[in-house]
């Protein structure tokens, strides 16, 4: 294998991004609602490639994908050594629907996917999308699988795109956002490796209560560092660091199909004044290293950059 360069810029690791096809929202793909930047891919190739290329600019060492398992494919064997897959569910399998047709995967079909080592996180669950409660008996049967198999899941919370339920999601509902009945879940299965996907924004609260009484379980702060105004993200990112949280924040894009997310993504932390130089670090990277390895030293931190990319076990 080729050596990377190495890079001036410190390391990155993206928790939560998509590994969807470029045309999921639409062919033409439209413009990222935030900056207007219509994505220039119209291929699944050009779309991996756009995005490794955010990689490569901003040293993110390591990328954890959700999407359906024929486009993650796709993109794990473009940078396998870079791209971590996870099946997002339920969701549709066509990009014509949207987020419309609901499919629950094959649980044998998990197993074999996380043991042969081809997958490497559970989700992003996006329960919400399906009307579905983060504490659904539906979903029982998967967190007991990633508890069994010690695989890390992204739970989604919080909101969505703005009018979801009449643009192809009739199900969402806020209120299943919350991330608070995910307590029954974490009561029940006590070594889940959990991480709650966009901070559990707007549910401050809620978000505080779970991760005060729950030590293990995580954040990361994806879809909220660019998509709301920077002024509201910052206050509650502030206000999640002044609660104690500051080691269990970890850094995502969500980056879907416009990889000029990445950058704002980034730049949302970077621009965040009440964060010293080692907060960001820990949000950056540090804090997912510590999430993801649970086990043993294997990475030594803070991560030495001169020694390049090195994956963080799983």
């Known amino acids: 294998m080729q050596k990377r360069a190495k890079h001036q810029k410190p390391p990155i690791i993206d928790i939560h991004m998509h590994t969807y096809q470029f045309n999921r929202y639409g062919d033409p793909p439209p413009p990222n609602a935030v900056s207007g930047v219509v994505p220039v891919a119209r291929t699944d190739n050009e779309a991996i ?19 359906q398992l024929e486009i993650v494919d796709k ?3 473009a940078a396998p050594d870079r791209i971590t897959g996870g099946l997002q569910f339920p969701s549709n399998s066509t990009p014509e ?17 996380y043991i042969s080592g081809h997958l490497g996180i559970l989700g992003e ?7 579905v409660a983060p504490n ?22 919080g909101f969505g795109f703005p ?3 009449y643009k192809g999601a009739p199900e969402f509902r806020m209120v299943h956002g919350n991330p608070l009945p995910l307590e029954e879940v974490l009561v029940g299965h006590p070594n889940l490796k959990l991480y709650i996907a966009h901070g559990g924004y707007p549910y401050l609260q809620e978000i505080i209560a779970i991760m005060y009484m729950y030590p293990h379980v ?14 509201e993200f910052h206050g509650y990112l502030q206000r999640l660091i002044q609660s104690g949280f500051g080691k269990r924040l970890m850094f995502g894009s969500d980056q879907m199909i416009w990889p000029d997310a990445v950058g704002m993504a980034i730049e949302g932390i970077e621009s965040a004044d ?11 990277y540090n804090n997912a290293v510590r999430f993801l390895q649970k086990r043993g030293p294997e990475i030594a931190l803070p991560f030495n950059t001169e020694e390049g990319s090195r994956r963080a076990p799983v």
């Not at 629907?97 to 996917?113: K, N």
């Not at 995580?218 to 002024?231: G, H, L, T």
């Open 136 to 157: 659904d008996p539906k979903l029982e049967p998967y967190f007991a699988l990633a508890e069994e198999l010690d695989i890390p899941v992204c739970f989604h919370t």
């Open 163 to 165: 009018g979801l339920p």
């Open 49 to 67: 490639d756009a995005y490794l290329a955010e990689m490569e600019r901003f040293n993110i060492v390591e990328a954890y994908g959700f999407g």
């Open 125 to 131: 669950i996006t329960a919400q999308y399906a009307g």
């Open 97 to 113: 629907s949207a987020m419309g047709v609901i499919e629950w995967p094959d649980l044998e079909l998990l197993r074999t996917e």
């Open 75 to 77: 993109w794990i064997s």
């Open 274 to 284: 009440f964060l010293t130089e080692e907060q960001k670090r820990e949000i950056f």
């Open 218 to 231: 995580y954040a990361d702060i994806s879809a909220i560092n660019w998509f709301i105004p920077r002024e």
